[in-house]
């Protein structure tokens, strides 16, 4: 799908207000709203729009600890990859898992918990238990100097 100077202005409006009505969007992108209701069915078809999602504050319900995990494997198997995969995506503490290079981690992920009492608890009890770990190392965030959930639109040809 070819996107157009309206199709990345509505991308870019809905991702900074997910909240925000057909009527108000149709206004800012000058459109009608029913052509601008079109529009946002075509981008949700095409799965540009992935899905609307609110955006928490841990803080305010108590999970104060962000750790990057940096995770090592045994065998760098596609099953062993998978089944690790698999597990990992079932932990509401994940709340990011990537397959990396550059390292000598083969997975990164980015948990949330409420303090060091349940990180230690999701370590030991469920992330070193996972077949073919044998490496964790872990960096805990001290301050989180900014977050971005919007992509770079500017990028896009």
């Keep these: 799908m070819r996107l157009d100077r309206t199709d990345r202005k509505i991308l870019d409006l809905m991702q900074n207000n997910g909240r925000i009505s057909n009527l108000e969007l149709a206004e800012q992108v000058g459109l009608s709203p029913s052509p601008c209701s079109r529009r ?61 290079t550059g390292t000598d981690a083969d997975y990164q992920l980015k948990v949330v918990v409420r303090d060091m009492e349940h990180y230690q608890a999701f370590l030991l009890g469920k992330l070193t238990r996972i077949e073919g770990v044998t490496g964790v190392r872990s960096s805990f965030v001290l301050q989180q100097v900014f977050s971005h959930t919007a992509l770079p639109l500017s990028q896009i040809k």
Excluded: W
Excluded at 48 to 60: P, Q, S
Excluded at 61 to 79: G, V
Excluded at 82 to 97: D, H, R
């Design 40 to 100: 946002v069915k075509a981008l949700e078809d095409a799965g540009l729009i992935a899905k609307h999602v609110t955006l928490l504050n841990e803080k305010k319900l108590n999970l104060n600890l962000t750790a990057y995990i940096h995770i090592s494997m045994d065998r760098h198997t596609p099953e062993r990859f998978e089944n690790f995969q698999k597990i990992i995506s079932a932990y509401e503490e994940v709340m990011e898992c990537a397959l990396v």
